[in-house]
């Protein structure tokens, strides 16, 4: 289920969300390229305003010029009818003007052949004109106003000044030609900018709609998949609740098997158990007539018989008794687990360095006997659990310690408690004898013991131990190596928690 | 008052090894009243209240109940038992092979007036039935009203 939806995510959602992403990067780089073309399309347009300008102002000179030598003109003239100084003085100053106004003509209109072809033909007529007009001034002021005027007729002012005016027409019309051609580019420029801007603005729509979109879609995936991840944490839930129920149930039948089984074995084994002391009974009086009968006739006792009476059937009996207490041994253990998974327990905090001490209060003979130590480390950590299984749990551990200790040398036996988190690990150590690595598992499964069988038991202690630490939502193992010793870990929670599964267990069965 | 040995007794024990063991004791103990045996709860019902010989019509008696009984549950019987005016002051020893304190207080709750155990250790249990004999030589049980 999990794996379906991850393909789901990975294969076509994945290629839309790339194609949206290209899709933004095209749109961005339009973007960007369009922002280019109007940042170009100003600087042409920059570029435009400035030539019309330039041309404005060679047509403003060329004005200019034209009204000096005009003023000029009428200065000369009306100096020569009237001798009036203030016409004289006109006329020096627009003379004066009328070259650096050429100059700075030439200066603007340097990169264009036409008008510096026309400036050419413009400067001798105008020097030509001016040294014409210096002469008349010059003879007038002087007192020879009539050889002036004379002059003046000869030298056919009105046709140079044709000349010029049509020069100077001449100019402005270049010049306008000029102005009509750059305007038709300047509007151009400024057309060509608006479609730029009209484009960029197309393009920014689309990208922010293209966004907008993706920003849409990934929030609507992310709720999307936020949603199935809560399903599926709760799914989850749901499941291991449902096996945690199942495993409940499992184990109840099992204990329930367990109860009736053991249960129900005792009843024949009453029987036999009576029976065989029936049979022994009755052994003994066949043994008493036996007896007799050797005494009073001998001849009638055969040696099978005496063997049968006297030797035979007391020990088959006494094989029968010995199986079936073994059995009846065997029977209470597996009564006693599946009781021991019935019980309720009853949380309390627990001072556990204490709980070790009182443990080792009560096995100090044993320790004493068998000349070993034990060491409670403190401080040890302090749980919420029920005691009298933590109690078990671990008496049960220090009693296989001091049980299987290494003769060969003085036993010593660990306690100690540390916290990990959430749990509480407990070890019980020690320098016995060990366990095979093979047994590691096995030792904890019920009637099954490890190494040589010098030590009373029936291989209850360590699965009624794994039972009881289960029961308190904990765990246990072993770390150990043959003739070196043991440490046995339980690991349980810091506060028992009841589980449902543990709940169920309370009602009585 | 009444002659102890017309007290008769009501075995309801569905394994006859048991049943033998039991009545091999209880004569050992020197009890010789009569022993009416069942192996269901069905008959051993029908004959405590029905039957004309029965102690619900003919005189006290004294019931030996097992609790693991094939066609329904020993504390049924007692509950049946000590629920009825006839014989609720019947004695009624359990004895079976649960020793759940749950189920001994259960019988007790419901009126039962010994509980034993069955030991697989047979010398306690032989035991245990011959002190029950002893008990039985000496208990009295009441005369049932109108006889």
Redesign the interface.
């Known amino acids: 289920m999990m794996g379906r939806v991850i393909r789901v995510f990975g294969g076509t959602q994945e290629s839309i969300g790339r194609l949206l992403i290209a899709c933004m990067a095209v749109g961005f780089a339009a973007l960007l390229a369009a922002g280019g073309a109007a940042v170009w399309t100003t600087m042409r347009n920059q570029a435009h305003t400035d030539a019309v300008n330039h041309t404005y102002t060679v047509k403003l000179a060329i004005a200019q010029t034209r009204t000096l030598i005009e003023q000029g003109e009428t200065a000369r003239r009306g100096y020569l009818l009237t001798g009036d100084p203030d016409y004289r003085h006109n006329y020096a100053i627009a003379a004066a003007q009328t070259s650096p106004e050429i100059d700075s003509i030439a200066a603007l209109t340097a990169d264009n052949p036409v008008q510096r072809a026309n400036v050419a033909t413009l400067r001798p007529l105008v020097r030509n004109l001016v040294a014409q007009r210096g002469l008349s001034i010059a003879l007038t002021a002087g007192g020879r106003a009539n050889e002036a005027v004379e002059r003046f007729v000869a030298e056919k002012v009105a046709r140079r000044m044709y000349q010029i005016r049509a020069l100077l027409m001449r100019m402005g019309d270049e010049e306008s030609r000029l102005l009509a051609i750059r305007d038709a580019e300047q509007r151009a420029a400024v057309r060509a900018f608006y479609g730029v801007l009209a484009v960029a603005a197309v393009l920014l729509l689309m990208v922010a709609l293209l966004s907008i979109a993706t920003v849409l879609r990934y929030t609507r995936d992310l709720a999307n998949s936020r949603d199935q991840l809560r399903g599926f944490a709760d799914s989850l839930e749901e499941q291991v609740v449902e096996r945690t129920t199942d495993l409940t149930r499992a184990n109840e039948e099992v204990q329930r098997f367990a109860y009736i089984v053991s ?2 074995l ?6 036999v ?6 049979l022994e009974a009755a052994t003994a009086t066949i043994a008493g007539l036996i007896d007799r009968a050797e005494a009073e006739a001998p001849g009638i006792v055969t040696e099978d018989m005496r063997l049968a009476a006297r030797e035979d059937l007391p020990e088959a009996i006494g094989f029968i008794r010995t199986s ?2 073994k059995m ?1 041994r065997l029977i209470n253990a597996i009564l006693k687990l599946s ?1 021991q998974g019935r019980r309720v327990i009853a949380p309390e905090p627990l001072d556990t360095a204490a709980l070790a001490k009182s443990i080792r209060g009560s096995l100090q003979h044993l320790l004493d006997d068998r000349g070993a130590e034990m060491i409670v480390e403190e401080p040890m950590v302090g749980i919420v659990s029920d005691r009298l299984a933590v109690e078990q749990i671990l008496s049960n551990l220090v009693e296989n310690a001091v049980k299987y200790l290494d003769p060969k040398r003085p036993g010593r036996i660990v306690l100690r408690g540390a916290r990990e988190g959430m749990r509480a690990v407990f070890e019980v150590e020690d320098n016995g004898r060990g366990i095979a690595a093979s047994d590691h598992s096995r030792i904890f499964d019920l009637f099954r013991r490890s190494g040589t069988q010098d030590q009373p038991g029936e291989g209850i202690g360590l699965a009624h131990v794994r039972a009881l630490a289960y029961r308190l939502g904990g765990t246990i193992d072993v770390a150990s190596e043959l003739g070196r010793g043991s440490t046995f870990r339980v690991n349980l929670p810091l506060i028992y928690a009841e589980t449902k599964s543990n709940r169920s267990e309370r009602d ?1 069965a | 008052m009444t002659d102890h040995r017309s007290v008769s007794i009501v075995m309801i024990e569905d394994d006859e090894g048991h049943a033998r063991l039991i009545e091999k004791n209880i004569r050992r103990a020197g009890i010789l009243n009569g022993i009416n045996h069942f192996t269901d709860g069905t008959t051993a019902l029908d004959y405590l209240f029905n039957h004309e010989h029965g102690p619900a019509r003919n005189g006290p008696a004294l019931v030996l109940l097992d609790l693991n009984l094939p066609d329904m549950s020993g504390t049924d019987i007692l509950a049946k038992i000590k629920g009825s005016p006839e014989l609720k002051r019947t004695p009624v020893v359990v004895l079976t092979t649960t020793d759940d304190k749950v189920e001994i207080q259960r019988c007790y709750d419901l009126g039962c007036n010994v509980y034993i155990t069955k030991p697989v250790n047979y010398e306690s249990f032989a035991q245990a039935i011959r002190q029950l004999g002893l008990f039985l030589s000496v208990i009295q049980v009441p005369e049932i009203e109108g006889d």
Not at chain 1, 266 to 271: A, C, D, G, K, Q
């Open positions: 249960h129900d005792r009843s024949p084994l009453v029987n158990m009576g029976f065989t002391a029936e079936t207490q009846d009781r009585p």
